[in-house]
């Protein structure tokens, strides 16, 4: 062997100068790469401009980057296969001393791997070798790992979600976005580089032995939107990610772990159905695909792995679909592959078809050898060795390998539970949880009732099925439980089914998922034969799949039946929760099944400490009404929440950013231009906080807080006033017609004379609610921006909802008007309110933007009485203080408006006179009725590309009637 080759600091020097000195040969300019300084670690904060912060295109397409080209001259081709190989990290390679086995090191020093699988490697273990692997390594070490669904898939640390088919019951592309992040954290804090995930594959065969509660579900857009979230949530965090298995594992029957899988679709619907997610992920910036072991008919492969196959990666994923990244096989040492290729074949092959690097091999010297033989018998060129290299050391680059390939054991803190973390973990949790039959109002469970638990279980849920009966036990004082594994048990149920006959309603939980590599899938005969012997008791029965969903389908007319995702830690305390009424049940699941009414989309709502849900709800005639509003020109796209009780039960985004066809389309986390929601959502909470907690008197004088103001005829102004409206001021003014800079509009402000006097009739003012927020500032002593996002924002997790965007956003922002009075541009990305944009885009009365996603948060804030999450952020009595009418003179709360019998163009007959809310200029709206519990949200952009287009006032009547109607009908 080579002795191991060193890439020492002055060669690495004398490399970059004399690469730098050939840069005249490349057109266009380097100045975006700006080295990383200073020591790598999980929460480190990158130039935007650095390498470290591109996504894929910009990566790929770099004409030269010092470090990973200097360094790629520099290698010999062995040097370069080596970087291309991923052998496996198992125990087997760490002796019972401690000490690293000779096999681990020949595969660093001598073959000099590009990296390794972290498979099933203890955790402590795996931290006491990692920075001597990499101390070892000339070239930075690559590790990866599956943690699909979270670092606990492969070590006892760090935060475990649902599984994916749990994310696509919540259906929330902020907490899927969240979770990427969480999981990058934890990833990078213990040297995880890589993750071999998201599942992007499209689950639509309820007998796949593989996927099943892997994938999101069967609606391609659905996968591909919080797949891509997902990878966005990551990779934004300095986590490489790989969707997988392309191009697609979904529509299969076969687990490639044991043959080679083929997709039998015709081409039209694999087009549609199962490349449709990846194409998302490679729009969303997806850095790697992982090739599965596939066949597929529609294309004439299905003898041939995708793994292995030019067809499907060269033509279909290269050219086709225009990926640039890194593309990766699933593990080779798969029988797709053994079965039928010798290792060094299966490499050639993989390598001229496409593949950059190769994951767990079954002989990883074989496939080294084989491809250097390869290239030096002209079956492979080296120029095609390059092109795969080069994009393993951009990303080394990207993930700041270069500068610092080791961890800090300091850091490993981060895997240790943040309450944070547990918290995202839960939120996902607890929207994921589906209601899918309730024959019998058996929910919410009852402290005086005799409840038994029968636990069914398969060995890979063994000793985690007792998560939330432990939760429950709490407050259930007469709760039994036994937990059974049928397939080990020898038939006789006698004492089981005497515990369950004493109990007065049964609670039956399956654990059950696929087991991979067994082609094994739903709970066998022996679970579904123990059911039945409990159903002979009679008894009124709650059954709970903690797993496989599928399980419906072999059940015969079950009283209440609920799906949970997973038995991690916040799937427990969710579905705990949700048994005992402390929150509504409100997912949808994602897949059908067969042999039952439940089709994917499918999900009864039963609001918190009910016990008769809302059924399915018919939103037809709104999506048609909405979708004509589009077609008429009324706004050119919008977002939709609805809510009943404290949960929204429909989500819907129409249209597009702009009137044309090729304008991104509208999605629940399109950010618009709030306008004057501003003054409820930022101005108004903020006074509610600052009036509980003492410091903000409404009946006193504005000049008790603006002192200037003393002696000035706003002294006889009180904050009341300014809440609803009565304070004398003018409606607005057009500031930008006579002033430069912000100081100049509030001085302007407080000498402007009065209009009427003071509480003696309403006039809808901006200049109010600006002197408003002046107050806010003062009291606080923080800005209004930063102290809305302290005290408000940030607890409601509303990550979404700022004043002036940063410029990252702007590509999610929806445009507004095209100004050609002032500005005389497009205006998008910047407050479309003249008053506002001179005061620097933060203003009491308009500057805030958000998307629905957020503002869903907030309605369910207040629906919820001012608590989030159990934290108590405004005092339910002062909620329903501001949002009551104040008096017979108009309609308005303080900072609120609400609707009356005199006014009701907004809403319409059917909102009750308890409903509250808020419009905003620029085509936005935000109600909800306290009575009949039912909110709207909706979001628009009407006045793009003027606002001279006033057609939004009907449709917001109509809007609303609509809704209700669908909602109590």
Known sequence: MKKPFQFSKVVQFLLILTAAAALTAFSGSLSFITPLKGDF??????????????????????????????????????????????????????????????????????????????????????????????????????????????????????????????????????????????????????????????????????FNPIVNVRSIGEDPDLTGKLTSALIRGMQDNNLL?????????????????????????????????????????????????????????ALGTQDVPASISPKIITDLLIKELGFKGLVVTDAMNMKAITKYYKDDEAAVMAVNAGIDALLYPHDEWEMYNGLINAVKQGRITEERINRSVRKILLIKRWLGLNENKYIDQNEISVLEKDDNNQKIAYDLARKSITL??????????????????????????????????????????????????????????????????????????????????????????????????????????????????????????????????????????????????????????????????????FGLYLPADSVLPQREFN????????????????????????????????????????????????????????????????????????????????????????????????????????????????????FYQDFKTAD????????????????????YSDLGVILLGKIIERISGKTLDAFVTDEVFKPLGMSRTFYNPASDYLPDIAPTEQDNYWRMRLVRGTVHDEAAAMLNGVAGHAGLFSDAADLSRFMKFLADGGKYDGKQIVRSSTIDYFTARQSLRSS??????????????????????????????????????????IGVIFLSNRVYPTRENTKIIQFRKKLHEAVIKAVLQ
């Open 892 to 933: 308005r709360g303080l900072g609120w408006d609400t609707k009356t019998d005199t006014k009701k163009e907004n809403l319409g007959k059917e909102f009750s006179n308890f409903t509250f809310g808020h419009t905003g200029f620029t085509g936005t709206s935000f109600f909800y009725d306290r009575e009949k519990r």
């Open 619 to 734: 939103f037809s005639r709104v999506d048609e009404l909405v979708n004509k509003s589009v077609k008429d020109s009324v706004f050119p796209g919008g977002s939709l929440v609805v809510f009943y009780g404290d949960e929204a039960v429909y989500k819907k985004s129409y249209g597009r950013l702009v009137y044309a066809d090729e304008s991104p389309a509208v999605t629940q986390n399109t950010i618009y231009d709030l306008a004057s929601l501003t003054k409820v959502i930022a101005t108004t909470t903020a006074s509610m906080i600052l009036f509980d907690r003492g410091k903000l008197d409404i009946e006193k004088s504005v000049a008790e807080y603006l002192p200037e103001l003393k002696g000035t005829d706003k002294e006889i102004i009180t904050v009341r006033n300014l809440l609803t409206h009565e304070s004398g001021f003018t409606a607005f003014k057009r």
């Open 436 to 601: 899918l039959r309730y024959e019998k109002p058996l929910l919410p469970l009852k402290k005086t009732k005799k409840y038994f638990a029968l636990l069914i279980s398969d060995n890979e849920f063994r000793g985690k099925e007792t998560g939330y009966i432990d939760d429950l036990k709490k407050s259930l004082p007469y709760l039994n439980y036994q937990v059974v594994y049928p397939k080990q048990n020898d038939g006789d149920y006698g004492s089981i089914m005497e515990n369950a006959a004493e109990a007065d309603y049964l609670l039956i939980s399956v654990f059950n998922k696929w087991v991979q590599a067994t082609g094994a899938i739903g709970p066998g005969k022996e679970v579904i034969s123990l059911i039945k012997e409990a159903e002979k008791l009679g008894k009124p029965t709650i059954y709970i799949s903690h797993g496989n969903p599928y399980i419906l389908s072999q059940l015969d007319n079950p009283d209440v039946y609920m799906s949970v995702y997973g038995v991690m830690s916040a799937n427990d305390h969710a579905i705990a929760d949700a048994l005992l009424g402390k929150g509504a049940i409100g997912g949808k699941i994602p897949v059908t099944i067969p042999n039952s009414t439940v089709h994917a989309g």
């Open 744 to 763: 100049e509009v509030i001085k302007d402000i407080y000498s402007t004379k009065l209009a009427y006097k003071p509480g003696s009739k309403t006039v």
């Open 241 to 297: 990610t790989s969707a997988k298995h392309f191009p697609g594992h979904g529509n299969t029957t076969v687990d490639s772990h044991n043959d080679i899988a083929v997709i039998e679709r015709e081409k039209d619907d694999f087009y549609g159905i199962d490349i449709a997610p990846f194409r998302h992920n490679i729009k969303s910036g997806a850095m790697a695909i992982m090739v599965g072991h596939l066949g597929v008919k």
């Open 41 to 206: 670690n999980m929460s480190a904060k990158f130039h935007k401009d650095s390498v470290n912060f591109m996504g894929t295109p910009e990566l790929f397409s770099l004409k030269f980057e010092p470090w990973a080209d200097s360094l790629l001259a520099s290698m010999t081709l062995e040097e370069k296969i080596g970087q291309m190989i991923f052998p496996d990290l198992e125990p087997r390679y760490l002796k019972a001393d401690g000490s690293i086995d000779e096999e681990l090191i020949s595969f660093i020093k001598d073959m000099k791997a590009g990296g390794f699988v972290l498979f099933a490697l203890d955790r402590g273990k795996y931290l006491g070798i990692y920075n001597k692997l990499q101390e070892m390594a000339g070239v930075p070490l690559l590790i990866g790992a599956d943690f699909e669904f979270g670092v606990p898939m492969r070590f006892k640390a760090g935060t475990a979600f649902p599984y994916n088919m749990g994310l696509g019951a919540a259906d929330d592309s902020g907490l899927v976005y969240e979770m990427g992040r969480v999981i990058a954290e934890e990833s990078r804090a213990m040297g995880v580089h890589f993750n071999y995930a998201p599942v992007s594959d499209v689950n639509s065969n309820p």
